[in-house]
């Protein structure tokens, strides 16, 4: 007999026969005479109610407890219970993995997600988790749809490589030589020329590099892999291993990259509420009951549901880095002092200002253009003004940033200038400079973390319950 999965018997297409279902009981409840089993495998985030009347003695359910695995071969037949369409009639019942009350660490009572996050491996079989890996699922699913349908290349960028794409020195060191007695250079440096590779090399902090050198031949290309940031940052936007999408475009300018990248985010929520939208409605009510605890002032305006609603159906808003800083400087919370960092012209936005921006200012995502050059990348296209780059981060209402890109500098002389600036040797990137030589063109790009992505829709505050099994500082168990 083949076995049917829980989402289909749900949507009732086998009424009436008798099935195979296969999953892990989430409760079991009842008396002498009947019992009434929640069985979940996953497909959906609905169990399936399986009754055991009085044919199945206590002995032989007494192993059907939360968790175990079952198999269970019934009758498919319309509820007559409140709370469900379908249930089964069980004829038999075989508890193929046990899992001993005593110890099985998910009760039936709700966990928080701290707890949770200390029992990862387990995680996944409660409502909150497996609604969030199904949306993270659809998500990923609908980023490779709509490139796809839009004919770009999905290139694969090495996770190993000898260059800081980022320039920003948060790299994971990757060798093989003995950490206690490494080969020295006469000057008593670490030889990397005995290394493994030859040099010194560290896990990826991006693939844009590499994306370009694609761009270059395909016209439109992505990534979507992991990357790798040693930066020591405790919160809740952070991991050290992320994944990101890394769209490439020859022939684009910094206009027609923010245009591909906003309508890529509303593609990618529209599929997810059409996909997921038991799960989105479920984690909104979720966050719903957590709101309810907090004080009025601090709860969200809109549900999950509406949030999503709205940023699919409305433009974001678009200003430059310099119109941002007036914004926040004529702003009566800054008359009254309540930001903690600095505002003026050349400073990074800190995670407060962008906050303000998104949430208070705009109260939409917010795509802020041409920040000054000392800020940013070397690789960032240098405006006619000299003093700022032709770069755009998209920020997110309770995420902030969310993407980051920046046309491209395609002129050679400027961009060794930029990267002489910065103490990047023109020997370690010829074959970046390279494309600058031969057949250049303005090109741009963006880069979407993915997690935060994945936060955005589901409503889930901390990054590290988004990833299945997240690196952050002091934490690499699983
Ligand atoms: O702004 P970032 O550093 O940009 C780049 O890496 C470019 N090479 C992208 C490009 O133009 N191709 O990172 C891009 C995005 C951020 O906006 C953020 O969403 C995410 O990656 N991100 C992180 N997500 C989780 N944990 C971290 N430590 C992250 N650092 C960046
Ligand atoms: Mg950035």
Redesign the pocket.
């Known amino acids: 007999m083949q076995r049917t999965k829980v989402k289909d018997l749900l949507q009732g297409a086998e009424v009436g026969k008798e099935v195979l279902l296969k999953g892990w009981v989430r409760t079991k409840r009842g008396n002498k005479y009947v019992n009434f089993i929640a069985v979940n495998d996953g497909s959906t985030i609905n169990n399936l109610q399986v009754v055991a009347d009085e044919k199945f003695s206590e002995e032989a359910l007494k192993d059907v407890t939360t968790g175990a695995a079952i198999a269970v071969v019934g009758q498919l037949v319309e509820s007559q219970g409140k709370g469900q369409a379908y249930e089964v009639q069980a004829t038999s019942i075989e508890v193929v993995g046990k899992a001993d009350p005593e110890t099985y660490p998910l009760q039936k009572k709700a966990h928080s997600l701290e707890f949770l996050r200390e029992i990862a491996h387990l995680r996944f079989r409660t409502n909150t988790f497996g609604a969030v890996f199904r949306v993270r699922n659809t998500l990923a699913f609908a980023v490779h749809k709509f490139f796809n349908e839009k004919g770009f290349v999905y290139i694969h960028t090495p996770i190993i490589t000898a260059s800081d794409?980022?320039g920003a020195g948060e790299m994971f060191r990757v060798t093989t030589l003995d950490p206690i007695n490494p080969p020295l250079t006469e000057n008593g440096e670490v030889n990397y020329e005995e290394d493994f590779f030859g040099k010194a090399t560290n896990l990826t902090?991006?693939g844009?590099l590499e994306?370009e050198l694609a761009a270059m031949a395909f016209s439109d290309i992505y990534t979507f892999g992991p990357?790798f940031?040693a930066?020591n940052?405790n919160t809740t936007?952070?991991?050290?291993e992320?994944w990101?999408i890394?769209p490439?475009m020859a022939f684009y300018d910094l206009k027609m990259n923010a245009d591909l990248a906003e309508e890529f985010i509303k593609y990618i929520i529209r599929y997810a509420l059409e996909h997921n939208r038991e799960d989105i409605e479920f984690l909104g009510q979720r966050l719903a009951e957590e709101d309810k605890a907090k004080p009025q002032n601090e709860r969200q305006e809109m549900t999950l549901l509406e949030k999503l609603e709205f940023v699919v159906n409305n433009d974001f808003e678009r200003v430059t880095y310099t119109e941002a800083i007036d914004i926040l400087v004529n702003s009566n919370h800054y008359k009254k002092k309540k930001f903690q960092y600095e505002v003026s012209w050349g400073v990074d936005l800190q995670s407060e200002h962008e906050r303000y921006l998104v949430e208070k200012h705009f109260k939409k995502p917010v795509i802020v253009t041409n920040y000054p050059k000392d800020i940013k990348?070397f690789y960032m296209r240098l405006n006619d003004d000299g003093k700022t780059v032709a770069a755009m981060?998209i920020l997110a209402p309770g995420i902030g940033?969310?993407?980051?890109?920046?046309q491209r500098e395609e002129r050679i002389d400027i961009l060794v200038e930029r990267m002489k600036g910065v103490g990047i040797h023109e020997e370690d990137l010829w074959w970046y400079l390279d494309t600058r030589r031969f057949g250049g063109c303005p090109h741009a790009?963006?880069?979407?973390?993915f997690?935060?992505m994945v936060q955005f829709v589901t409503g889930m505050g901390n990054?590290r319950d988004v990833i299945p099994f997240p690196r952050t500082p002091q934490n690499a168990e699983f």
């Open positions: 794409a980022e902090v991006s844009q994306g990357t940031r930066e940052s936007r952070h991991l050290a992320f990101m890394e490439e990348a981060d940033e969310i993407v980051g890109g920046s790009g963006f880069g979407l973390g997690e935060r990054i």
